[in-house]
């Protein structure tokens, strides 16, 4: 291969957010530095992904990002998604970034099941060898995830402020404690701010153990053609700015 067949940075890139709140957050800085590079930058979601990327206060800020730069796909608004998986398999993007991605993701991946947009675009790319960067949130033995936002109720009064503040009304009284409706919440931290007795907190980190079974189909991944497993939101962003990809333009 010569230099002259391929780019610095891709021209066209596929970003698919499954739904893992692991690296959430930095991702969605990432993509929005993606974004302002001069690319073409289609973010699609899956159905959970779409949900928990909105629980931690950053759906907004990816479809801002991604505005005018590229299109949005969401799993469930048609019927299929197969135009999606289809400008894949015809080699339209130089790339396939899929991130956060779950174990189930992977699992899928490993074991050829393509019945998700997730796993339907992965297993696109890696027919076609298109390169594919996956950043799994089960990447370790012990992993470190960040928590949405949640009430200590030792340390709540039910004094109701959260409540006023939630701009979104996910904050209610349950048993005379504060509960948030993680199916509402907008993860705006609002609540935070307003809480004098220190009882709401957001994007807590935690540690948690993948299972045998998670880590030996990462170990699988691994071993693919054209695929890059990274391990980290800082990987993650060396990776785009310096993998080169086959100019298919």
């Known amino acids: 291969m010569n230099d002259d067949s391929v780019l610095d ?36 979601f899956t159905g959970a992904g779409y949900e928990v990327s909105r629980m931690y206060g950053v759906q907004a800020k990816m479809l801002q990002c991604v505005a005018g730069v590229g299109e949005i796909y969401l799993e469930g608004w048609s019927r299929s998604f197969w135009p999606l998986v289809g400008r ?5 993007y130089h790339l396939v970034v899929l991130a956060p991605a779950t174990s189930n993701t992977v699992a899928k991946i490993v074991h050829g099941i393509a019945d998700s947009l997730a796993s339907a675009v992965a297993s696109q790319a890696l027919k076609t060898g298109t390169l594919l960067i996956v950043l799994p949130s089960d990447i ?9 936002c949640r009430v200590n109720r030792d340390k709540c009064t039910a004094c109701g402020a959260c409540i006023e503040a939630c701009p979104v009304s996910a904050i209610s009284l349950y048993e005379g404690k504060a509960r948030i409706n993680l199916l509402t919440c907008i993860g705006c931290e609002k609540c935070v701010n307003a809480c004098s007795f220190g009882a709401i907190s957001c994007w807590e980190k935690t540690r948690y153990k993948a299972s045998i079974i998670d880590l030996a189909n990462l170990e699988k991944l691994k071993e693919f053609k054209r695929v890059v497993v990274v391990k980290n939101c800082e990987e993650l962003r060396e990776k785009l700015r310096f993998e080169k990809v086959e100019n298919r333009s």
């Open 9 to 44: 940075r891709p021209k066209r890139i596929l970003w698919i957010v499954t739904g893992s709140g692991s690296y959430m957050r930095c991702i969605s800085s990432i993509i929005c530095e993606i974004a302002k590079n001069n690319v073409r930058l289609d973010l699609g």
């Open 140 to 148: 370790a033995e012990i992993n470190v995830t960040e928590l949405p």
């Open 88 to 92: 894949v398999a015809m080699r339209y």
